[in-house]
């Protein structure tokens, strides 16, 4: 409009000898404006055309906290299957989070996949999703998804404490993940405080026993010598490897390594029934306010729910389905049952304050 107003703005110039008559310029001028008319007008058109239309391939914009080399056979699938490509941009789950409300409903994306509840939590805080249809997850047990529909989990796992079956002893087992700030377990544990599925646990933490319980065991655990990881595979390497005795992780990435080799010299084993340490999170994922391609973002939420799908995540990465009626290995690993015996009772949603457990770990030093 700004080029508009200036070319309608250009004044005319008087006859002079040899240049453009007042009728040739109100013709060039006419011409102009048509053709910036056409610009603005075109640019107008495209801004407001979904992302997609106008081409032959309907488009989705993913923002995964899961990693690429775990999920990308999914995505692929749902493509195969519905001819809808999907750009994904990787990232932290918590980074992820961060950038959604940085962009607030300028953000191209259309779906959030998080690792862990916290950060769904955190998004329905900020009022950056919009509810999914009851029919959509209505399979889902309200404990997998947020009450108000606004996310909903894609696949469960659960906390656990791998440790050096080599080096320790039955008897050195804790029975509550406070023990783990003792002095005869000075120097052999490792954390990952970066990790999205730790820091949900520590919210939970705050949750069940207020935040100057959970500031405390991680300053205590921090004086005691825990040594921080990456992330949780490279927890159960460093177990493997002798630099440590004992990890909290989810409970997979033993499987994994277990999968190629069968002998890998790690256990895992969890608290006493109720520590909040035996917590089960769930990956989860939502559509965002503003969606431009609601429809797509809904039926990929629906694929990832879909039997087959959640076959997938207890086949092939070893979580839990939520949804029932999946068919589960006789003999694998996986036993929702047991696992719910132990866990903590916890509502998802009140995983909700993850800035404020964050600022936890920036007072104690952890980031």
Do not use: C
Not at 31 to 43: D, P, T
Not at 348 to 354: F, I, M, N, Y
Request: aromatic share 10%.
């Amino acid at each position: 409009m700004i080029y508009l107003t200036l070319i309608l703005n250009i004044r005319p110039v008087p006859v002079v000898r040899g240049g453009w008559s007042r009728g040739m310029w109100a013709k060039h001028r006419m011409w102009l404006a048509v053709a910036a008319a056409a610009i603005v007008l075109g640019g107008a058109v495209v801004w407001l055309l979904p992302r997609g239309e106008g081409s032959s391939v309907e488009q989705l914009v993913l923002y995964s906290g899961r990693s690429r080399s775990l999920v990308q056979p999914m995505i692929r699938q749902f493509e195969q299957e519905t001819g809808i490509r999907v750009r994904v941009r990787y990232g932290e789950s918590s980074q992820l989070a961060t950038t959604l409300r940085e962009e607030g409903r300028r953000s191209p994306a259309d779906v959030f996949w998080s690792q862990d509840a916290g950060t769904l939590g955190a998004l329905v805080r900020a009022e950056r999703f919009e509810a999914l249809p009851e029919s959509l997850v209505a399979d889902v047990p309200m404990v997998y998804r947020s009450a108000d529909r606004y996310w909903v989990g894609t696949s469960g796992r659960a906390r656990v404490l791998a440790y050096s079956p080599e080096r320790v002893s039955s008897e050195e087992l804790p029975t509550s993940v406070f023990d783990l700030a003792d002095r005869r377990y000075r120097g052999r544990v490792a954390w990952a405080p970066t990790n999205a599925s730790f820091q949900a646990f520590v919210l939970a933490m705050r949750r069940v026993h207020g935040d100057d319980v959970a500031r405390q065991w991680l300053t205590d655990l921090r004086a005691n010598g825990a040594r921080a990881y990456a992330n949780n595979t490279a927890i159960v390497q460093g177990i493997a490897a002798g630099e440590v005795d004992f990890g909290l992780t989810n409970h997979y990435y033993l499987l994994r390594f277990r999968d190629t080799h069968a002998d890998y010299p790690v256990e895992q084993t969890a608290f006493e029934a109720g520590d909040v340490a035996n917590l089960v999170l769930t990956s989860g994922a939502g559509v965002l306010a503003g969606a431009r391609n609601r429809e797509a973002a809904e039926r990929f939420v629906a694929f990832l729910l879909s039997q087959s799908t959640q076959r997938y995540f207890v086949t092939e990465t070893f979580e839990y389905p939520v949804v029932d009626g999946v068919e589960l290995p006789s003999d694998g690993p996986i036993d929702p049952a047991r696992q719910r015996e132990l866990a903590p009772v916890m509502e998802l949603d009140a995983l909700d304050d993850l800035e404020g457990t964050l600022r936890l770990f920036r007072e104690v030093g952890l980031l």
